[in-house]
């Protein structure tokens, strides 16, 4: 049989699904690069930032729940469609008000991302959405493939901000209409997005549970138990990633080594092209080593050099080693969405991504307002790095411990694995 492409495995859904991924990607490195440098810009103190940055966290994790626990119920395109428009409302309340309180209202209720990573309910409901496209020995490697798309877009989003905002500032803007435009840009984004949505077809829905009668809880019912030790671990990683977002290691290297928003840009497109040619390995290492073994072992070495990255006592060394850390950082991502999808039910899907998807915003939560006047302080400024490099390895060792006998249905032997779906039958354009 010819070897199929990840783009031939896809339905037109599925291919939507990608786009998607790229265009909202894209808006999320367009703005990180420039969120914190923004909101500095307009006069607020690291303090006020971080708190924030912590409340758009909460925020997003709030409305998330209720968006991704309901999802399969109420229809996915339903619910993607709304979490476009409360991006683009989130952006252009950034870009005309300077008031701290209705900033924090727009982040709360609205979708902004700090980090450059996936905020919102859209990554849940599509990672059900794609997981019902492919059959289960392909899933891994089309999530791989959709994190390269989306670390490409982060990239491409991140480049675009540093030459847009170096452009206008060379023209005779100042550095605030600069980081204004860019968050204009950010909001229009959300608009493509919305349009891309309503191009689904119902065939993304969830399938109808054959016993309706079984109680659930948040959309959970068989794999309660798993998915909330899964949200336990996660949420720890992501209060340790919180500590180095995007956006305030953008603001460490500004201040550190006074780099300029268009070496800011080109650093962090190279950080997230390496990071998506890193989740696409993910896909044969975990074919030949299983799912729990390629996120562990993958992880622990990136953690280290994430600790080292502050220890570095030039600009260009401290790049190096971010990159290095970003060469092998992301091999754990799309092995743990396909090992979240493979260990629950196809009608639990939705509410298990998102479950532990909000676990995840909410441990990044708390974190940025203790990582940003860390940055700020004299002397502190490497702290957040070592903090969240111990605390991943301990997610990391965790995680190995309470899973690696919990294997999914493609790595157990033929007499246990239960009956595969087919995926549909593709649709024409």
């Given at each position: 049989?010819?070897?199929?492409?990840?783009?031939?495995?896809?339905?037109?859904?599925?291919?939507?699904?990608?786009?998607?991924?790229i265009a909202r990607l894209f808006g999320y490195g367009f703005l990180s690069v420039v969120l914190v440098l923004y909101l500095v810009a307009i006069g607020f103190d690291a303090l006020q930032v971080g708190v924030l940055l912590t409340l758009t966290l909460i925020g997003d994790a709030a409305i998330s729940l209720w968006l991704t626990t309901h999802a399969d119920r109420i229809g996915r395109r339903r619910v993607l469609l709304?979490?476009?428009?409360?991006?683009?409302?989130?952006?252009?309340?950034?870009?005309?008000?300077?008031?701290?309180?209705?900033?924090?209202?727009?982040?709360?209720?609205?979708?902004?991302?700090?980090?450059?990573?996936?905020?919102?309910?859209?990554?849940a409901v599509e990672q059900a959405a794609l997981s019902q496209t492919v059959a289960d020995r392909q899933r891994t490697r089309v999530f791989a493939w959709y994190n390269l798309a989306g670390s490409f877009a982060t990239a491409g989003g991140a480049l675009a901000a540093g030459l847009l905002g170096g452009a206008l500032q060379a023209i005779g803007e100042s550095p605030l209409e600069s980081?204004?435009?860019?968050?204009?840009?950010?909001?229009?984004?959300?608009?493509?997005?919305?349009?891309?949505?309503?191009?689904?077809?119902?065939?993304?829905?969830?399938?109808?549970?054959?016993?309706?009668?079984?109680?659930?809880?948040l959309g959970l019912h068989r794999s309660q138990g798993v998915v909330a030790r899964l949200a336990a671990l996660f949420a720890?990683?992501?209060?340790?990633?919180?500590?180095?977002?995007?956006?305030?290691?953008?603001?460490?290297?500004?201040?550190?080594?006074?780099?300029?928003?268009?070496?800011?840009?080109?650093?962090?497109?190279?950080?997230?092209?390496?990071?998506?040619?890193?989740?696409?390995?993910?896909?044969?290492?975990?074919?030949?080593?299983g799912l729990i073994n390629t996120m562990v072992f993958t992880h622990l070495p990136s953690n280290v050099l994430l600790i080292l990255v502050p220890?570095?006592?030039?600009?260009?060394?401290?790049?190096?080693?971010?990159?290095?850390?970003?060469?092998?950082?992301?091999?754990?991502?799309?092995?743990?969405?396909?090992?979240t999808m493979a260990v629950v039910d196809p009608d639990e899907r939705s509410a298990a991504a998102g479950v532990t998807g909000i676990a995840r915003s909410v441990g990044a939560a708390v974190s940025p307002s203790i990582a940003t006047p860390l940055m700020?302080?004299?002397?502190?400024?490497?702290?957040?790095?070592?903090?969240?490099?111990?605390?991943?390895?301990?997610?990391?060792?965790?995680?190995?411990?309470?899973?690696?006998?919990?294997?999914?249905?493609?790595?157990?032997?033929?007499?246990?694995?239960?009956?595969?779906?087919?995926?549909?039958?593709?649709?024409?354009?």
């Open positions: 049989m010819a070897h199929r492409t990840p783009l031939s495995l896809l339905t037109r859904d599925g291919r939507l699904l990608f786009a998607t991924r709304v979490g476009a428009g409360l991006m683009v409302l989130a952006g252009i309340v950034f870009v005309v008000s300077r008031d701290l309180w209705v900033l924090v209202l727009a982040a709360t209720i609205g979708v902004i991302s700090p980090s450059g990573n996936e905020v919102g309910p859209f990554l980081y204004r435009a860019i968050i204009v840009g950010y909001a229009i984004v959300g608009v493509l997005l919305a349009g891309l949505f309503a191009m689904l077809s119902p065939a993304i829905e969830a399938p109808i549970r054959a016993d309706a009668s079984i109680a659930t809880r720890l990683d992501a209060f340790a990633g919180g500590f180095v977002i995007q956006s305030i290691v953008s603001y460490w290297f500004a201040t550190r080594f006074g780099l300029s928003i268009g070496a800011l840009g080109a650093l962090f497109f190279a950080a997230n092209i390496l990071a998506g040619i890193s989740a696409l390995l993910a896909a044969p290492l975990a074919a030949r080593f220890l570095m006592p030039t600009a260009p060394l401290a790049v190096a080693v971010l990159l290095a850390r970003f060469s092998i950082s992301q091999m754990d991502v799309p092995t743990r969405q396909s090992y700020a302080g004299v002397g502190l400024g490497g702290l957040p790095f070592v903090i969240a490099g111990s605390l991943k390895i301990a997610y990391d060792l965790l995680l190995y411990r309470g899973f690696r006998a919990h294997r999914p249905p493609e790595e157990r032997p033929p007499e246990e694995r239960p009956p595969e779906e087919a995926p549909p039958a593709k649709r024409s354009a």
